[in-house]
């Protein structure tokens, strides 16, 4: 297969997925891992993606932000992994914060049978929770279509009246100087307050998060440890900074 060939193919199983592992690629190309890398290299230097551990993402801009849907379905194993070991932390009688995203919410069938108290401002988050039968409370606010969490000034006061013994965020960038970023100031909000009402926060992120910077500043690395199960360069420099916790 030509070169021009299996640039088209990668860039166009990009369209439809965001994210490509090597292994798929070199599958649908009939390629060796060695020339998919080389391929995966020079569309990274023309500006058409960005190379991520194990594979390849679309470049987006700071401030766009996937859709609950377009995230569900991303890093699933490595999502539960994490999800899995979060759920450890707690024990029967705390009160815990769940922020919306799909790998806080991959925590949920952990916590099944525990007696806990659950703050979110996820709809998806607490529709399941109700399911197993966990007392949960909804903060207030404006809702949000592309991620279904409530957020913005209203679920601030509204989270004031909590205070929480663990907090679990879903964070969309995790850089050792920009710290923790996500793409809309309305949910920055909302998640910096959880971490100033918590005793104590972790931000639980799959391998796309790191290394990568989004427009609005949540808080700086320090002020949360982290949960992931990437082993990619950039964890050395977060380890010097923050609290890092293997889900491997």
Same mark, same amino acid.
Request: aromatic fraction near 6%; charge should be negative.
């Given at each position: 297969m030509l070169t021009k060939q299996r640039h088209q193919l990668i860039l166009q199983r990009l369209s439809e997925q965001k /994210? /490509?592992?090597l292994k798929e690629l070199v599958e649908l190309t009939a390629s060796s891992e060695s020339t998919i890398r080389r391929d995966l290299t020079d569309l990274e230097a023309e500006g058409y993606l960005e190379r991520v551990h194990g594979g390849a993402t679309l470049i987006a801009k700071q401030e766009e932000e996937p859709t609950f849907e377009e995230k569900r379905d991303r890093y699933v194993d490595e999502k539960v992994a994490i999800a899995r070991k979060a759920a450890t932390l707690i024990e029967d009688g705390m009160s815990i914060y769940l922020d919306a995203g !799909? !790998? !806080?919410?991959?925590m949920i069938p952990y916590l099944k049978?525990?007696?806990i108290v659950v703050v979110t401002n996820s709809l998806p988050i607490a529709n399941e929770l109700f399911d197993l039968d966990l007392k949960t409370f909804v903060i207030g606010g404006e809702l949000k279509r592309s991620t279904q969490a409530l957020v913005g000034y209203n679920a601030r006061e509204s989270m004031m009246n909590y205070r929480v013994d663990i907090a679990f965020l879903g964070m969309n960038g995790i850089d050792p100087d920009a710290g923790y970023t996500t793409p809309d100031p309305e949910e920055a909000l909302v998640k910096k307050t959880a971490i100033e009402l918590a005793q104590s926060t972790y /931000?639980?992120?799959d391998e796309s998060k790191i290394g990568k910077r989004s427009f609005s500043r949540v808080a700086p690395l320090e002020a949360a440890a982290l949960i992931t199960a990437s082993d990619?360069?950039?964890i050395n420099s977060i380890q010097t900074i923050t609290k890092v916790v293997n889900a491997k």
């Amino acid at each position: 297969m030509l070169t021009k060939q299996r640039h088209q193919l990668i860039l166009q199983r990009l369209s439809e997925q965001k /994210v /490509v592992k090597l292994k798929e690629l070199v599958e649908l190309t009939a390629s060796s891992e060695s020339t998919i890398r080389r391929d995966l290299t020079d569309l990274e230097a023309e500006g058409y993606l960005e190379r991520v551990h194990g594979g390849a993402t679309l470049i987006a801009k700071q401030e766009e932000e996937p859709t609950f849907e377009e995230k569900r379905d991303r890093y699933v194993d490595e999502k539960v992994a994490i999800a899995r070991k979060a759920a450890t932390l707690i024990e029967d009688g705390m009160s815990i914060y769940l922020d919306a995203g !799909t !790998t !806080t919410q991959a925590m949920i069938p952990y916590l099944k049978g525990r007696q806990i108290v659950v703050v979110t401002n996820s709809l998806p988050i607490a529709n399941e929770l109700f399911d197993l039968d966990l007392k949960t409370f909804v903060i207030g606010g404006e809702l949000k279509r592309s991620t279904q969490a409530l957020v913005g000034y209203n679920a601030r006061e509204s989270m004031m009246n909590y205070r929480v013994d663990i907090a679990f965020l879903g964070m969309n960038g995790i850089d050792p100087d920009a710290g923790y970023t996500t793409p809309d100031p309305e949910e920055a909000l909302v998640k910096k307050t959880a971490i100033e009402l918590a005793q104590s926060t972790y /931000v639980l992120a799959d391998e796309s998060k790191i290394g990568k910077r989004s427009f609005s500043r949540v808080a700086p690395l320090e002020a949360a440890a982290l949960i992931t199960a990437s082993d990619d360069s950039a964890i050395n420099s977060i380890q010097t900074i923050t609290k890092v916790v293997n889900a491997k």
